[in-house]
């Protein structure tokens, strides 16, 4: 019953842990891998409120320096952890189109020329190849694709 007394006595308590839950499904509803963390701040700000009996000031700023480190720890475990993705370039554009095969729209040479890379043309630079040739990727440096003639 004690528990139950200390609850009445310290309503900010309820606050944090309701706020921990509301950013636990937030985190469900908008996943980002990051109000968790955030959450985890709170439910400890308000699991410690209630053991304590912190005063609200103090309740702030360890809810600040429990989100930062917090936040810190989780992306240092998310980076360490890593991503396991059957496709490595999913979001690679650039990495994706090397070795695709294009058609040449304007002359391409050292110096200007544009290519059509699927359903979109791109500025491109190669060795003297003539509009409507076909042409490979070869890299994709600063939105301009290298192209050499097939």
């Not at 060795?127 to 490979?136: C, H, L, P, R, Y």
């Amino acid at each position: 019953m004690d528990i139950f007394n200390r609850l009445a006595e310290m309503p900010h308590a309820y606050i944090w842990l309701i706020f921990a839950a509301i950013l636990g499904i937030g985190e469900i509803i908008v996943p980002g891998v990051f109000l968790i963390w955030i959450a985890l701040a709170a439910a400890i700000t308000g699991v410690l409120t209630l053991a304590v009996g912190l005063l609200p000031a103090l309740q702030f700023g360890l809810f600040g320096i429990l989100c930062i480190a917090a936040v810190y720890l989780g992306r240092k475990w998310y980076l360490e952890r890593g991503a396991s993705v059957e496709d490595p370039l999913l979001n690679d554009r650039s990495a994706r189109m090397v070795g695709q095969s294009v058609m040449v729209t304007e002359d391409v040479n050292e110096y200007e020329g544009r290519a059509r890379v699927g359903d979109s043309e791109w500025p491109a630079r190669g060795n003297s190849i003539k509009k409507g040739q076909s042409a490979k990727i070869i890299e994709v440096k600063d939105g301009i694709i290298h192209i050499a003639a097939i």
